[in-house]
């Protein structure tokens, strides 16, 4: 398990790019009566950017929380590396270290500072030593400028310092993708540009992501496609000038005009 | 006249005065110790997910959980809801006369505090782990973190500081409410003020050096409490460290105070 932790990102990924990292088939979430998740299906490549966009209520939060398995689907199939992620519920704690989430309000460990924060699923998921961990963790921090705070508590730390620990937090577990909800939407604008670009070199680095934000300047410039999601469903996906320059669907269009 | 009174009483009793304020003190510390214990356990095991796929079947663990959740409402309902004295004194003449346990007055009175103080705990830790933000949960779920592995590196030591006032007020009341294990025979500070008053034939005096004792005792507890919440709130603040810090730097400055 250990051999694989160092550099997945940067040496494996993307000369792969027909390896299919995450399918999602017909995945249908229910709340009681209401059914959010109507059928989406999505394939997600290796080193694949893949940004969700949509308007507010369409269920674009619920579908990157059944990937990871924060809500359990209520029918559908969820295929990571093609394996069957709900099928087998032994390994679900597994497959959750593999696919890292960044979320909008950061969700730091108030209880530990930057650096604890960044080793403690590395040392109990992954089972890596702490040298080993703090020193990933010290890699990643170094990425995201956020070396310096390793004492800092996440109350001490501006939002867009929480949001680029949150980033290295993540990174440091050397996930196989990484989901991000809105991850500058509980940002001060002046704070998002720092997040973005964070962001931004994540992907170049060739992680495969899945990008919920409503920065659609952002969206188009990093993505490889555009997910346009409405009432439970992808409604379009194609790459960011389709998406944007040609929309098929009235509710794209709609959609892209307000 | 008085205070001749009670310098008397103080200089022939005075060493048995002390006795029983250590056995006060003995009784109600373990007995909130242990206590704590037995509420986090019940905390823990009350805030066990019914289901872990979300889904609401009646599945074999569903149907112990909520049998083992009975079973201890019962408990703490019981035990919140009739006298400490009337407890004691049911437990300790009852072990006695139906099991043929014959309890020491100490260990007795140590237990009788324990189960009480763990009823009243068990809600507390309850109310504690719900207060903790879902967020903190959720973030190292994502992390592939366990339930259980989630709950004692993030969750607890998040409740511990929510439910320390609550705790140093149990352990205050403890002290005070000790007093009433004299109907067991422990020979705790009531208990001993009694035994005084007997032999010197003084009524108000004896215990008015006890209401002191315990008076000295409460406050100098509450005073170290609030000491130990204010270290429990952490350092305002950090110190930036050079981006050049090496793992093993880190690992010697971890849990230091820099
Ligand atoms: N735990 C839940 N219980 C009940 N309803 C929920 C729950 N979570 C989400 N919903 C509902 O599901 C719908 C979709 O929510 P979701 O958060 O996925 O939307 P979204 O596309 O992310 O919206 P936004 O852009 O505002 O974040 C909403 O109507 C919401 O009220
Ligand atoms: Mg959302």
């Known amino acids: 398990m250990k051999s694989e932790n160092t550099n997945v990102n940067q040496d494996s990924i993307s000369h792969n790019a027909e390896l299919e990292i995450i399918r999602v088939e017909n995945l249908h979430k229910n709340f009681g009566e209401n059914e959010i998740l109507k059928g989406v299906n999505l394939s997600v490549k290796q080193g694949e950017v893949i940004s969700i966009v949509g308007s507010s209520g369409s269920g674009k939060s619920t579908l990157l929380r059944c990937i990871n398995l924060l809500e359990y689907p209520t029918k559908g199939k969820i295929m990571f590396e093609g394996t069957d992620v709900l099928g087998d519920k032994s390994n679900q704690n597994t497959y959750r270290a593999k696919v890292g989430m960044v979320f909008q309000h950061f969700n730091l460990f108030s209880n530990m500072n930057v650096l604890q924060n960044c080793i403690t699923a590395q040392v109990m998921v992954l089972k890596r030593t702490k040298e080993e961990a703090s020193e990933n963790a010290i890699k990643y921090l170094h990425k995201v400028g956020m070396a310096e705070y390793v004492n800092a508590r996440p109350a001490q730390l501006s939002g867009g310092q929480k949001q680029r620990v949150a980033i290295a937090r993540a990174l440091a577990m050397n996930p196989d993708a990484l989901l991000f909800d809105e991850p500058t939407s509980a940002l001060d604008p002046e704070l998002i540009r720092e997040v973005l670009k964070t962001i931004e070199s994540v992907a170049k680095d060739g992680m495969t992501m899945l990008i919920v934000t409503h920065e659609m300047t952002f969206a188009r410039r990093i993505s490889n496609k555009i997910a346009f999601m409405s009432e439970g469903v992808i409604e379009e996906i194609d790459t960011p000038d389709v998406v944007f320059d040609n929309p098929k669907s009235i509710k794209l269009k709609n959609f892209l005009r307000v | ?258």
Not at chain 2, 198 to 209: A, Q, R
Not at chain 2, 223 to 252: C, P, Q, W, Y
């Open chain 2, 1 to 258: 006249m008085f205070f001749e009174t009670v310098g008397n009483i103080l200089e022939r009793y005075g060493s048995m005065f002390l006795d029983g304020t250590l056995v006060t003190l003995y009784i109600s510390l373990l007995g909130t110790i242990i206590g704590l214990l037995i509420g986090l356990l019940i905390g823990i095991v009350r805030t066990i997910p019914l289901s872990t796929s979300g889904e609401k079947n009646i599945t074999p663990r569903f149907v112990l959980l909520k049998i083992v959740n009975f079973i201890l409402s019962a408990y703490i309902e019981i035990f919140r809801g009739t006298p400490m004295i009337v407890q004691a004194t049911v437990i300790y003449f009852g072990l006695a006369e139906v099991a043929g346990i014959d309890l020491e007055p100490i260990p007795a009175g140590v237990f009788v505090i324990s189960i009480n103080t763990g009823a009243y705990l068990a809600e507390v830790v309850r109310g504690g782990i719900q207060s903790v933000d879902i967020s903190q949960f959720e973030g190292a779920k994502a992390l592939g973190l366990s339930h259980w592995q989630a709950m004692l590196k993030v969750i607890l030591p998040q409740t511990m500081r929510n439910i320390m006032p609550a705790l140093g007020n149990e352990f205050i009341i403890n002290i005070k409410d000790s007093a009433v294990l004299n109907v067991i025979s422990v020979t705790e500070l009531f208990f001993v003020t009694k035994t005084v008053k007997g032999v010197i034939y003084k009524t108000y005096e004896p215990f008015l050096i006890a209401a002191l004792i315990y008076l000295i005792l409460t406050f100098t507890v509450s005073r170290i409490l609030r000491l130990i919440e204010k270290k429990m709130a952490g350092k305002a603040n950090f110190v930036l460290t050079s981006s050049n810090l090496s793992a093993d730097d880190l690992m010697f400055m971890e849990g230091k105070e820099v």
